[in-house]
């Protein structure tokens, strides 16, 4: 194949939501289908002993919770996939932030009892930011929940996007009876059972009597009279406006009962866009370019603990990636190769000799990678839009057991080199602080240094308010500044001079007594 149709074959997207709205659910059962999975796992069950595919970390096992980006990718059809399931706990936000800039389009997950939830719309303003094409799966149907039509007037109200339904559902908890499939004009009823896919009636139209026979007649005449009031209602689904993020789709079903999942997934793989071009510092990066360029967008520590492997996640954006080739790593202008890239099942990882724009290589890191970091054929070009942001919690870390200090110092690096929690040195007393955007990280970080290091940390409190990034371009008034206020100094992990100011008054009045100093509140600048 050229490079041109294997970029027209790929769809990179990644699924985000809420915690429980059933994204990882979702996930499995999109790899179900995909053939890439024969059982799909559970994320909490009882019977079901194999768990999700994306939830692998131990932690995440035992919590029933995603907290970290995982990526997959196979084939279906004549299309080759790449999802990313990012964690919908507000504490791993900045993870899922960053994996929006690795992706052409995204599923956001609804559940139709709660309806919009806050991290769902935080996440929306940053797909509006970047103009990313969303679809919306609305999920759990075969539970109680608020009517279809309250929930797109709510989706529109709350994610302040357009929506048009492609697929309706009939009824919905215990009377839930199916979707009828407006893009194909299917009808697909209900079974529920977690491992077999739907039976199909095959239908000409809406008004066909096969519908009567399946449903019911007055179920059958609610739905004509529902999809009557959508026509009235919704424009046509206009395919560019979805591509330009105006529109969002909107499809029903049960990903628990692997219901409406189908639909979903045919739809968009026929309507969702093929990686599209990315914006350097320099210029615009087309994928059909001929010279390869990509961007390391998440660093995952111990992927295999028998190894102490660290694996960075590098997006493609232009050329073709190969194995053995010679590349350039801006940051530090050396030149690489790499003998073993992998791609991906979540965790289990196969070597790949070629990749395309679109696709997620994993790259064996030994400390040459950070969040952020560009790789191309020679030209030197810098991705932006990775930013760390100021974190809002803090805590000091101190080792409880001095014969493992080594391990410690080795496992504190790579999680920091994770991107999720940041380290800072006080530069008063040499003492270790760690900063996360949410207490459950703590919680992770401990556990995981313990189970992949064995190394073993306590926590102490501290009072603090914020941390920024401090310049100016006034060495002069740069030094007073840090004379005065040198019991809340700290470096960042590349050196970087950090306030950690106690208070909001603090902070307030260090920017109105040093107007010279620029005070940064994430670290791209």
Not at 102 to 108: G, K, N, R, T, Y
Not at 161 to 187: D, T
Not at 217 to 224: C, E, F, G, I, V
């Amino acid at each position: 194949m050229s490079l041109q149709e294997e970029i027209a074959r790929r769809r990179t997207f990644a699924i985000i939501s809420h915690p429980d709205a059933g994204k990882t659910t979702l996930t499995e059962k999109l790899l179900l289908f995909g053939g890439a999975i024969h059982v799909a796992g559970a994320v909490k069950s009882n019977k079901i002993k194999k768990t999700a595919t994306s939830d692998w970390m131990e932690i995440e096992k035992q919590r029933g919770i995603s907290v970290a980006t995982s990526v997959m990718g196979f084939n279906y059809g004549d299309y080759k996939i790449n999802i990313l399931d990012t964690p919908g706990h507000q504490d791993f936000a900045e993870d899922t932030y960053r994996t929006l800039t690795a992706v052409d389009s995204v599923i956001i997950v609804v559940d139709v009892a709660k309806g919009v939830e806050q991290q769902t719309r935080k996440l929306m303003e940053v797909c509006r930011m970047r103009n990313t094409p969303v679809i919306i799966f609305v999920n759990k149907l075969d539970r109680e929940g608020r009517d279809p039509f309250d929930i797109l007037d709510e989706l529109e109200n709350e994610l302040k996007i357009s929506v048009r339904p492609l697929s309706w559902p009939i009824n919905i908890g215990a009377k839930f009876k199916g979707v009828y499939n407006i893009y194909e004009h299917g009808l697909d009823l209900f079974q529920p059972d977690k491992q077999k896919v739907t039976e199909r009636v095959e239908i000409d139209d809406v008004n066909d009597p096969a519908i009567d026979e399946a449903v019911g007649a007055s179920d059958a005449a609610k739905l004509r009279e529902d999809l009557e009031l959508i026509e009235g209602v919704y424009p046509e689904f206009d395919s560019e406006a979805y591509l330009r993020g105006q529109v969002a789709p909107v499809f029903f079903g049960s990903a628990l009962n692997t219901f409406g999942v189908k639909e979903l997934l045919d739809c968009f793989v026929k309507i969702a866009p093929s990686p599209r071009p990315t914006n350097a510092v320099e210029r615009v990066i087309e994928p059909q370019e001929e010279a390869f360029s990509g961007f390391v967008f998440k660093i995952h520590a111990n992927m295999d603990p028998n190894h102490r492997s660290c694996i960075a996640f590098v997006k493609i954006c232009s050329g073709k990636f190969e194995r053995n080739a010679n590349y350039k790593h801006i940051r530090t202008g050396k030149m690489m190769r790499f003998a073993a890239p992998t791609a991906f099942m979540a965790q289990k990882k196969s070597v790949v000799d070629e990749a395309y724009p679109g696709d997620i290589v994993g790259i064996p890191d030994t400390g040459n990678f950070k969040i952020g970091d560009t790789l191309t054929s020679g030209e030197n070009l810098h991705f932006k839009g990775l930013p760390s942001f100021s974190p809002e919690m803090f805590k000091y870390i101190e080792n409880t057991d001095p014969m493992k200090s080594k391990q410690l110092e080795k496992g504190i690096q790579q999680l920091m080199d994770e991107g999720v929690a940041q380290l800072f040195v006080n530069q008063f007393n040499g003492r270790k602080i760690i900063g996360t955007v949410g207490q459950l990280q703590f919680e992770v970080i401990q556990y995981r240094l313990l189970h992949e290091y064995g190394a073993q940390c306590r926590w102490e409190p501290i009072s603090l308010y914020k941390a920024c990034w401090v310049e100016s371009d006034d060495k002069a008034a740069l030094d007073a500044f840090k004379k005065r206020k040198h019991q809340f100094m700290a470096l960042d992990r590349d050196g970087r001079d950090v306030f950690m100011a106690d208070s909001n008054y603090v902070l307030q009045m260090a920017q109105a007594d040093f107007p010279a100093i620029r005070f940064h509140f994430s670290s791209e600048f």
